[in-house]
């Protein structure tokens, strides 16, 4: 409890701090290498739920070109995606900006991704649990399937983790984010997009 109250927070500033000053040039490169591919602003901006359901605002850095529209018809993702943004998500270099994030507070290095505003009405009282810790660039659901898995998996292991959470467990998700990185697992699924749609607990929730 301590941990959650007073240490983590701390922990997410130095950690932060210190990734700064290591990724700083890749930051740069990226994001001057963006400004060429996509001769616009290159990160992704979006509102999404923190703690408490508190909205804030995401930052990314941006993988795939803007939506279009062929022969009347929305790209995929996959269409849209560009071939250094898949370099840049397949080793996770797009969630780097998200250290502003945790600086500002907004987030934590470990804990529940942050998803959509639309599906705050759609959550139970057990999912809901998720946002009562801040989000997280990485969390325990990332390192056990991340996109490969269930939406009713992703909760459960999100719900899991708020109830479990202590050093010695992020710290543990810490590591095996490292190497699920270093592995390149669970980046993509084998549809279209990147993750499929949650249409809430009366729609199937199983197959992504």
């Known amino acids: 409890m301590i941990y959650n109250l007073f240490f983590k927070r701390i922990f997410d500033i130095l950690i932060s701090i210190i990734f700064i000053i290591i990724f700083s040039p890749i930051i740069f490169l990226i994001s001057s290498l963006l400004v060429v591919v996509y001769a616009q602003n290159p990160f992704f901006i979006q509102i999404r739920p923190g703690k408490d359901e508190k909205l804030f605002k995401i930052i990314k850095f941006k993988t795939m070109i803007d939506s279009k529209f062929k022969n009347g018809k929305k790209l995929s993702d ?10 840049i998500r397949a080793l996770s270099l797009d969630e780097l900006p998200q250290i502003i994030n945790i600086l500002n507070g907004d987030m934590s290095l470990i804990g529940p991704r942050p998803l959509f505003v639309e599906y705050l009405p759609l959550y139970n009282e057990k999912q809901r649990k998720r946002h009562s810790v801040r989000p997280g660039i990485t969390g325990w659901s990332q390192v056990n399937g991340r996109n490969s898995v269930s939406w009713k998996a992703r909760f459960e292991q999100d719900v899991w983790y708020v109830d479990n959470l202590s050093f010695c ?29 949650w249409k809430g607990n009366n729609e199937d929730c199983g197959e992504q």
């Open 169 to 197: 467990l992020d710290f543990k998700i810490f590591i095996l984010t490292i190497l699920k990185i270093i592995n390149r697992e669970g980046i993509n699924t084998d549809k279209d997009t990147t993750m499929s749609i």
């Open 78 to 87: 996959r269409e849209r995606m560009t071939k250094i943004g898949r370099l």
